[in-house]
């Protein structure tokens, strides 16, 4: 059970349903770290509004921004995350062989040079200190432009909100994305 307990989104304003819908829509379930921020609706306007900026951004594949926020989340522990971005990353067909083998990306074929790149900058920016080196963004740099970098970066940041939100508050994950994330174990 979540440490804060989620609202009931029948109780929430019309404006706060649209916006329950839309994660609906687009996740086929209702997030209950969202249901928590909607106890203080500005919060949860404001992160409505960053995760839509965020993600329009469109330079880069849904696949690299997928597995960005996978190692994200998977290299800060946050368990609720983690099955998020697993339940995502399956939902957009990337296969669950690679999924699993995430950590393993720098020695495995599976993954190109960029998304290694890519990987290897989540991971080590999702660490506390930052271990992003010199030799690493120099790298990241070859594969992608600064508008790429920016957005890589941009989900990176957005997982690190999440995960330190949902890991102190103990979020209780949702039964279609603890069930994906299960696949992949």
Not at 17 to 23: F, L, N
Not at 84 to 91: G, Y
């Amino acid at each position: 059970m979540s440490r804060i307990e989620p609202e009931k989104k029948s109780e929430l304003s019309e404006e706060l349903q649209v916006i329950m819908d839309q994660s609906m829509a687009l996740m086929g379930f209702i997030p209950n770290d969202a249901l928590i921020m909607a106890k203080h609706p500005k919060l949860l306007h404001a992160f409505s509004q960053l995760v839509n900026t965020i993600y329009s951004f469109d330079s880069i594949s849904e696949e690299t921004k997928s597995m960005v926020g996978l190692m994200a989340s998977q290299a800060s522990g946050c368990v609720y995350c983690i099955a998020h971005t697993s339940n995502s990353a399956l939902e957009k067909n990337i296969p669950a062989e690679k999924l699993k083998n995430i950590w393993e990306f720098e020695n495995s074929d599976s993954f190109s040079d960029s998304e290694k790149s890519a990987i290897r900058i989540a991971m080590n920016a999702a660490q506390t200190p930052n271990l992003i080196s010199d030799e690493d963004f120099n790298d990241f740099k070859k594969y992608y432009d600064e508008n790429q970098q920016m957005e890589i970066l941009a989900i990176v940041s957005l997982f690190g909100f999440l995960n330190r939100w949902n890991s102190s508050l103990m979020t209780e994950i949702e039964s279609i994305p603890s069930s994906r994330m299960k696949e992949l174990e």
